[in-house]
């Protein structure tokens, strides 16, 4: 039986196929449809740009370098201060080129902390300049190197704190050491602040001994 032909009527009821007007050809997407792809890059985790950072050079044993630690000599906590000097000490044993490259950086950040209030600070600031910083810089040209010292050194032995101007006395025995000609440079300057302690007679006898002792090796210079 041969089926009639179908009118234009029926064949707007039946709407369009999509599925065979789609066929061979992608549709757009719509326009307001949001992009959902997430495109991904390489997260860099704290401590792996941290050890980038710090490839090829010179660290503490606890993996601080020179930089770190003459930042921690600031820092409020008298035992992290400590701490950070012990950590210059045995970095510069270990990597003696170190102290060679950043001699000046390094006097010039620890020269700060020659008035430190903390007592056993200044003794191990101290006994790092004596130990490591002086005797490996005496072949150098010492001349701008002491200059850089000589002011902090004469400013502490006017400081309010009588362990602060004692230890003063002790620092400047450094150079003197090392550099004996340099005595005859700040030795007017040197005795009039120890004068002027006399003077004012600030200290007990005990105090007067160790500062006695404490200039008696640069006035025999």
Same mark, same amino acid.
């Given at each position: 039986?041969?089926?009639?032909?179908?009118?234009?009527?029926?064949?707007?009821?039946?709407?369009?196929?999509?599925?065979?007007?789609?066929?061979?050809?992608?549709?757009?997407?719509?326009?307001?449809?949001?992009?959902?792809?997430?495109?991904?890059?390489?997260?860099?985790?704290?401590?792996?740009?941290?050890?980038?950072?710090?490839?090829?050079?010179?660290?503490?044993?606890?993996?601080?370098?020179?930089?770190?630690?003459?930042?921690? !000599?600031? $820092?409020?906590?008298?035992?992290? =201060?400590?701490? +950070?000097?012990?950590?210059?000490?045995?970095?510069?044993?270990? &990597? *003696?080129?170190?102290?060679?490259?950043?001699?000046?950086?390094?006097?010039?950040?620890?020269?700060?902390?020659?008035?430190?209030?903390?007592?056993?600070?200044?003794?191990?600031?101290?006994?790092?300049?004596?130990?490591?910083?002086?005797?490996?810089?005496?072949?150098?040209?010492?001349?701008?190197?002491?200059?850089?010292?000589?002011?902090?050194?004469?400013?502490? !032995?006017? $400081?309010?704190?009588?362990?602060? =101007?004692?230890? +003063?006395?002790?620092?400047?025995?450094?150079?003197?050491?090392? &550099? *004996?000609?340099?005595?005859?440079?700040?030795?007017?300057?040197?005795?009039?602040?120890?004068?002027?302690?006399?003077?004012?007679?600030?200290?007990?006898?005990?105090?007067?001994?160790?500062?006695?002792?404490?200039?008696?090796?640069?006035?025999?210079?």
């Amino acid at each position: 039986m041969v089926r009639g032909k179908v009118s234009s009527k029926e064949q707007q009821n039946r709407g369009v196929d999509f599925k065979n007007k789609a066929e061979g050809r992608k549709l757009p997407p719509p326009k307001n449809v949001t992009n959902t792809e997430i495109k991904s890059k390489a997260i860099v985790l704290p401590e792996q740009s941290v050890a980038s950072e710090k490839a090829g050079l010179s660290v503490s044993k606890k993996g601080l370098t020179l930089k770190e630690l003459l930042q921690k !000599t600031s $820092h409020h906590n008298p035992k992290i =201060r400590k701490g +950070a000097l012990i950590g210059v000490r045995d970095l510069f044993l270990k &990597y *003696p080129a170190e102290l060679k490259l950043h001699k000046y950086a390094v006097m010039e950040k620890l020269r700060e902390r020659i008035s430190d209030n903390d007592k056993v600070f200044r003794e191990t600031l101290y006994q790092l300049f004596k130990s490591v910083v002086f005797p490996s810089c005496k072949e150098d040209n010492h001349g701008p190197f002491i200059s850089m010292m000589m002011a902090y050194i004469f400013n502490a !032995t006017t $400081h309010l704190a009588v362990d602060v =101007r004692l230890m +003063a006395f002790k620092f400047f025995d450094l150079p003197v050491q090392h &550099y *004996p000609s340099f005595f005859s440079l700040y030795a007017e300057k040197i005795l009039q602040n120890y004068e002027d302690i006399l003077q004012k007679n600030q200290f007990y006898l005990q105090d007067m001994g160790k500062l006695k002792n404490a200039l008696v090796g640069a006035v025999a210079m």
